[in-house]
């Protein structure tokens, strides 16, 4: 496979073997650019192979796909959602439901690549600053591949469920008092000066394969294309790889079309949707961003002009949901479709409902919503929303009693 690394901004091109996360240049982002050329896959060869990430192996530029650190992450499941459909008011809804991922988020199909990637370099030990979900994914590719992780959290804000995993599989964690993105600041000072391998979706390598989402709904799609797929977005990591993975799959001629990607934030943090609208390549950072979805709780996303370059050439557009707007989706999801959903997963079908009653997405669409995390991820929040769960003695009057009341 003949790989290459390229700059977004001054679109100098590096060797693969470049160890800098960012152009060393002029510091913009980094992009994996695959001579497509050179790569066979067909229909055919596919459909041979088992449903998880890695039967897009030839797309996946590591240096021997058979070693690679797997836990069978991606294959995830897509849902005919006709319920939301009818509540967001088009035509056709799917939810792509990254939840199902070995640890439950979307994260699982970048740090398979990443961590190949870091044995490949050689590290010893891995880092991330993160919202919860790319700790918890790191953690345990790390104790599958046998090194060391350190995660810096932002204090207090991190949902349990995820807490509880990076616990888990044993990586050092830190909680460090700032937001995200502070703590990102200090992750990336310290793998520099420690020689720890960064695995935050600013490694280009991470978002490799995370493109495999897009690959996987054109296929579950029998090859066709829908007219949008909604991501919520946070660091910006996913959208813009889920984009590269259509773009991969239409060069390669296994698709005609491509999707408006449609990305959403929460209304405490949400600079990418302000430079959208601004018609800004550049975001403001949100100084205090804040969110009842934590996962998305970030100010200044690193991979902002990778999305908006995303969203601007495909035609797509990006919102902000309200969090009583995304509690209602979550709610939605969970109780007409029974998917369990974490709130950043929920603002996917919250945006949209919003899109469509603002009329800026048709109601003949056929759409995808990616909901990229486990509602388990974050029970607080659900036993701080619902009514607590009756408890009675064993009796059966009393137990007739609540069946009677319909409750
Ligand atoms: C459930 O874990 O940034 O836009 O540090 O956990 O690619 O950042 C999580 C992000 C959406 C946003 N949904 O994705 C982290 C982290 C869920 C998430 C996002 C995250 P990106």
Partial sequence: MKVALRCISCEKTYSQDTRSYTCPECSGLLEVCIDLDEVRLTKGMLEQRSFTLWRYRELMPVMD?????????????????????????????????????????????????GVTKALEFGARAVGCASTGNTSASLSAYAAKAGI????????????????AQAVLHGATVVGIRANFDVALS?????????????LNSINPWRLEGQKSCGFEIAEQLGWEVPDRVVVPMGNCGNISAIWKGFREFRSLGLIDELPAMTGIQA?????VVEAFRAGRSEIVPVKEPETVATAIRIGAPVNAPKALRAIRESGGCAESVSDAEILEAQRVLARCEGVGVEPASAASVA?????????????????????????????????SRYEKPLEIEPSILELGKIISSGA
């Fill in 186 to 198: 200090l992750i990336k000072e310290a793998c520099a000066k420690y020689g720890v391998y960064l």
């Fill in 267 to 271: 209304e405490g943090a949400s600079p």
């Fill in 65 to 113: 796909a058979s070693r690679a650190v797997s836990l069978r992450e991606g294959g995830t499941p897509l849902y005919r959602a006709p319920e939301i459909a009818e509540y967001a008011g088009v035509r056709e809804v799917y939810i792509k439901n990254e939840g199902a991922n070995p640890t439950g988020s979307f994260k699982d199909r970048g740090m398979t690549v």
């Fill in 351 to 383: 945006g949209l409902r919003k899109l469509v009653e603002m009329g800026e997405v048709d109601r003949s669409e056929r759409v995808v919503c990616v909901t990229t995390g486990h509602a388990l991820k974050d029970p607080e929040i659900i036993f």
């Fill in 148 to 163: 060391r992780c350190l995660v810096l959290l932002p204090a207090g804000k991190i949902a349990l469920g995820k807490l």
